[in-house]
């Protein structure tokens, strides 16, 4: 009988320790979706053609800097029309208030400077902090944006310059999991 309640209490351990080791794993999992709560979309990249009337861009996507530190977590759905020679970036994001997320919605819209077969630019347009102009490569089927403090604001002077690449989301979302 006392190596019967010896095995069982060494079972009862193992037990405790091999559901302590799950228990960890399980909070590990956790406390990284909650730095990231949302998957962000694939990158999309359309241009119909055809002709000045009909014609437009509509991309999709995560901006990340080409160096420095990630962007918040922001999708970005922007489309261009060549008939209005604008553009209109629809951004939605996640903040964080205490444990909480809130998502949010903001739309900008740029004025075409240029619009070529090769190339997209948007004159600058001016934000609390920022300036930002748009660029769409339409060979290469990328979309980029120059991003300089507001001269007039002046809130935050010491902004610097940066630029920002259009890509998919999951890169945003590997890069806080990492810490970066």
């Known amino acids: 009988m006392d190596k019967l309640h010896r095995y069982v209490r060494i079972g009862e351990v193992t037990a405790v320790v091999v559901l302590g080791v799950f228990a960890a794993l399980t909070y590990r999992e956790l406390n990284a979706l909650r730095k ?4 962000l979309p694939n990158y999309q990249f359309e241009d ?6 009909t014609r437009f861009i509509l991309t999709r996507g995560t901006w990340v800097p080409e160096s420095g530190p990630p962007e918040p977590l922001v ?6 029309r060549k008939a209005r ?5 629809s951004a939605a994001s996640v ?3 205490g444990q909480k997320g809130l998502l949010e919605a903001q739309h900008t819209q740029f004025t075409v400077e240029r619009w070529s077969e090769t190339e997209v630019l948007t004159k600058s347009t001016p934000g609390p902090c920022f300036s ?4 769409f490569d339409l060979k290469e089927r990328r979309a980029s944006s120059r991003v300089t403090a507001s001269e007039g604001r002046g809130i ?3 902004l610097p310059a940066r630029s920002l690449e259009l890509v998919t989301g999951y ?3 590997e890069a806080v999991q990492r810490g970066q």
Do not use: H, Y
């Open 36 to 39: 990231v709560p949302v998957a």
């Open 48 to 53: 119909s053609g055809g002709s000045d009337d």
């Open 75 to 80: 999708t970005n759905t922007i489309e261009c």
């Open 85 to 89: 020679m604008e553009c209109v970036e």
């Open 95 to 97: 903040s964080f208030v």
């Open 132 to 135: 930002r102009q748009l660029r």
């Open 156 to 158: 935050c002077k010491n």
């Open 171 to 173: 890169r945003v979302s």
